[in-house]
């Protein structure tokens, strides 16, 4: 007989146990009132190691799985990109609660058909962009500044993997996605340049874009540099936020209250023509950490965002990152690789050139 306390809990499976699969499948594993029942992936060998080491049940078909185990009704799906809309719009048309791993999909085109598909199903989509769920970057959402100005840069060494995609689609996709959350306007112009080094696709890219309401946002990522950094720094007429992803720490500097009466009185002495070079900008500002109140349990991102996820599925709320917010990523991404694309650089076609050299190994 089953116990009211497994019928209570969320029944979920994880397709693809790759990387990010496992590590999806180890958190469900952790978290209480869920019960992970399978996982699936062509590489059976695979799939049986990872069941085996989490205590579910392996399959390399989904429809095997589901044949099964008809009581899931939540599931991971970290297959290849290229593979997300085949896998997941089965699954949505079932109305079976999709958590697609980042990006949602590898075209518009895909990431549209997805959207559309869960919300004429009324299933659950939530996309996979874990960023969001840092504690920095949580309570840099908190304060509600209207942003004016973004500066991002997210640069790595290389490690090989994801090299069928470029660095814009790999990288820089987390930081569309938290500019456009920040910025709050629909894109108006992109102006973007790239270089392809190793292999057909950019691995080093930068972006301008111009949205609507007049925000900037320079956007840097890079898979070539010599060490990680990811950084984010917003300007606002409310302040300043700096924030480190990797730390998952940051700074915030309002502009009322105390500062906005010592930058008055430095803006008077500026205008009277005093000589400031002895003051320490630092010593007449008021600087404070960046705080949010994590509830129980959410310090790790992947956990934070398969609970806002269940969450979602469990009482009918829209998830934190939703389908819409996943096919404005994807678009934006787009914009920025056709920027590149359409870079012209002096006494060459363009970036094309390179990217198509690269891929012949020039």
């Known amino acids: 007989m089953t116990s009211n306390t497994q019928q209570a809990q969320a029944q979920v499976a994880v397709i693809g146990v790759g990387r990010m699969g496992r590590h999806h499948a180890r958190t469900y594993k952790q978290m209480p009132g869920v019960q992970l029942k399978a996982v699936v992936d062509l590489d059976e060998e695979r799939a049986h190691t990872v069941a085996d080491e989490y205590g579910c049940v392996a399959y390399t078909s989904v429809d095997q799985m589901l044949g099964e185990h008809p009581d899931v009704g939540a599931v991971t799906v970290a297959v290849p990109t290229q ?21 949602l999909a590898p075209t518009v085109t895909d990431a549209k058909a997805l959207v559309d598909c869960a919300e004429k199903h009324d299933a659950v989509l939530q996309v996979g962009h874990t960023e969001r769920f840092n504690p920095a970057v949580r309570a840099a959402e908190a304060l509600k500044f209207n942003a004016r100005f973004l500066e991002v840069d997210r640069v790595s060494p290389m490690t090989f993997r994801s090299l069928d995609v470029g660095v814009v689609m790999d990288m820089m996709i987390h930081d569309l996605d ?27 890219a930068g972006a301008r874009i111009v949205f609507e309401n007049g925000c900037v946002a320079n956007i840097t990522a890079s898979r070539l540099a010599l060490k990680t950094e990811r950084k984010l720094r917003v300007f606002s ?12 720490e940051g700074i915030v500097i309002h502009t009322d209250g105390d500062n ?19 003051l320490d900008y630092q010593d007449i ?17 992947l956990t934070a965002e398969q609970t806002s996820f269940l969450g979602a599925v469990r009482d009918g709320s829209r998830p934190t990152v939703d389908g819409p917010a996943g096919y404005a990523a994807v678009d934006a991404a787009e914009r920025v ?26």
């Not at 007429?237 to 998952?248: C, D, H, K, P």
């Not at 906005?260 to 002895?278: I, M």
Request: proline share 4%.
């Open 83 to 103: 593979h997300h809309r085949a896998t997941a719009q089965p699954l949505l048309e079932r109305k079976i609660a999709c958590l697609i791993e980042k990006p």
């Open 178 to 204: 938290i500019v456009l959350m920040l910025a709050q306007s629909p894109i108006k112009t992109v102006h973007a340049a790239g270089v392809a080094v190793l292999g057909k696709h950019e691995d080093v």
């Open 237 to 248: 007429e409310s302040g300043y936020i700096s924030l480190n992803y990797q730390t998952r």
């Open 260 to 278: 906005r009466k010592a930058l008055a009185k430095v803006r008077a002495q500026v205008a009277q023509g005093l000589d400031l070079s002895d």
């Open 285 to 301: 500002v008021q600087v404070k950490e960046l705080t949010f109140d994590l509830p129980p349990g959410e310090e790790d991102q």
């Open 337 to 362: 690789v056709a920027a590149i694309k359409a870079h012209k650089w002096e006494g060459m076609e363009g970036s094309a050139l390179l990217l198509d050299g690269a891929e012949d190994g020039v």
